[in-house]
């Protein structure tokens, strides 16, 4: 039963917003509770755990710290993740146990791993089944995840340009903050000493909008409460998963009117195509107020595939998102017509379900302009009998998905998402 298992919180964050600091505060703060430490870190030393150790009286040799080094807990050392987790639930009854990712990690691979266990790495799991005769997840339950943001750089991050290494693959700063935003139950704004009132407020909003159901809590050099971000029984990963403000807007569309901190957001909708041309120029010079966008788009020429966008600060990224239902033989069409009801109220005599539907998250955004900017790139009357193969098409092309992904537009696969536009 999960009341009778050790909580994980795991603690994620960009380099330097301060998961190390708050870290040892909790240590240094935990009281009673017998805390065990798991740091990752991408460099073959890791800084950040021999940090922990210097600051608090945590002990790898007391098997209380334990290290990942040179690789990513969302990536390449899921399975050295599970061992160690494994192995500190076998050795010892720990309270809880808090594990500090590196700072290019995305939280939802490493909620997945930690959830799923064997089925999100990429190990087999005989041999530590062999060697231990447990499971490595049976002891342990996925309690809290916690994002550490940067209060005084996170404007400048959302804006910036940077490209992160991530072990060869390449991440964007503002789209990595975004990815952690997105996917937590407690949200710690750091360093608010060094913002004004009315800028932590801005990002407050912000963040609220990109991530709905997190608790924020302001903080200054890390410290926070044990009792916020340890055995708080706030992880559940279905509603994390869909909780995203860029989700519920889909889900419920409403034109937000203007808000006291400026942050609004809006549907677009459309039943014909975008011009492969005239996207791309909008995309190139993407009005750098806006904070988010995702969902699915029709491009002429494309009238196989769904693309999907995924904008995320000066980060602009498109993925095959699936099928169009409408080229699905007849009997799995019906399937999806008696899976999605809804579907038929939309439907194109001619086109089926093609089209595009994208949510807009924003600073201080001019609706309209922006709304006509994109109905600018739909085809005129003319162009819609015009010969769409002849179109200039620079975005990127992709393999047809496999039969088992066609149907209804959904979240593409991270890695097969490119960079176009203004990321080029």
């Given amino acids: 039963m ?14 330097g917003a ?19 430490v798991l740091v990752n870190d991408m460099g073959e030393v890791n800084v950040d755990a021999d940090l922990v ?44 146990i808090v594990v500090e990712s590196t700072g290019v990690a995305e939280p939802l691979p490493v909620a997945q791993t930690l959830t799923l266990g064997f089925d999100q790495s990429d190990v087999d799991p005989t041999e530590f089944y062999e060697e231990t005769g447990i499971e490595p997840l049976e002891g342990c339950h996925l309690d809290t995840t916690v994002t550490v943001v940067d209060a005084h750089q996170f404007n400048e991050a959302m804006q910036s340009d940077e490209i992160l290494d991530d072990d060869g693959t390449k991440k964007h700063l503002g789209d990595l903050l975004v990815e952690q935003v997105e996917f937590c139950d407690v949200l710690l704004l750091n360093k608010c000493d060094l913002v004004d009132e009315a800028t932590l407020a801005e990002i407050e909003a912000t963040v609220e909008t990109l991530q709905p159901r997190a608790e924020i809590v302001r ?34 569309p409403h034109e937000s009117a203007e808000e006291e901190h400026g942050v609004t957001s809006f549907v677009f909708g459309a039943q014909r195509p975008f011009h ?24 002429a020429g494309r009238e196989e595939m769904a693309l999907m966008l995924n904008v995320a600060g000066r980060s602009i990224r498109v993925a095959p998102a699936g099928n169009w239902i409408a080229t ?3 009997e799995e069409r019906e399937e999806q017509f008696d899976a999605y009801p809804e579907l038929e109220e939309t439907w194109d005599d001619e086109w089926g379900d093609r089209g595009t539907r994208l949510v807009v ?14 109905e600018l790139c739909l085809l005129t009357d003319e162009e819609m009998e015009a010969d769409w193969e002849a179109f200039d098409d620079r975005f990127p092309t992709f393999e047809e998905p496999d039969e088992a992904e066609e149907g209804e537009p959904g979240e593409p696969d991270h890695d097969s998402q490119e960079e176009i536009g203004i990321a080029d």
Avoid: Y
């Fill in 18 to 36: 301060g998961k190390t600091t708050t870290l040892n505060h909790l240590l240094r703060e935990s009281g009673d509770r017998d805390l065990a």
């Fill in 328 to 330: 699905l033989p007849p």
């Fill in 276 to 299: 492969p041309e005239r996207f791309a120029e909008l995309l190139d010079a993407f009005p750098e107020n806006v904070v988010r966008s995702k969902g699915h788009f029709w491009l």
């Fill in 53 to 96: 150790a210097e600051s608090s009286d945590i002990s790898a040799d007391e098997e209380e710290l334990v290290e990942l080094s040179n690789g990513c807990i969302c990536c390449e050392l899921r399975g050295d993740l599970l061992d160690a987790i494994g192995g500190l639930t076998r050795e010892r009854e720990f309270d809880a």
């Fill in 361 to 374: 998250i924003g600073t201080e955004m001019d609706h309209e302009s922006i709304r006509n900017h994109l």
């Fill in 219 to 252: 903080t200054t050099h890390g410290r926070i409460e044990t009792d916020d971000i340890i055995d708080t029984g706030r992880f559940d990963f279905e509603e994390a998963s869909r909780s995203a403000g860029w989700m519920q807007e889909l889900q419920e």
């Fill in 2 to 15: 999960e009341e009778q298992t050790i909580p994980v919180t795991v603690l994620s964050g960009t380099l």
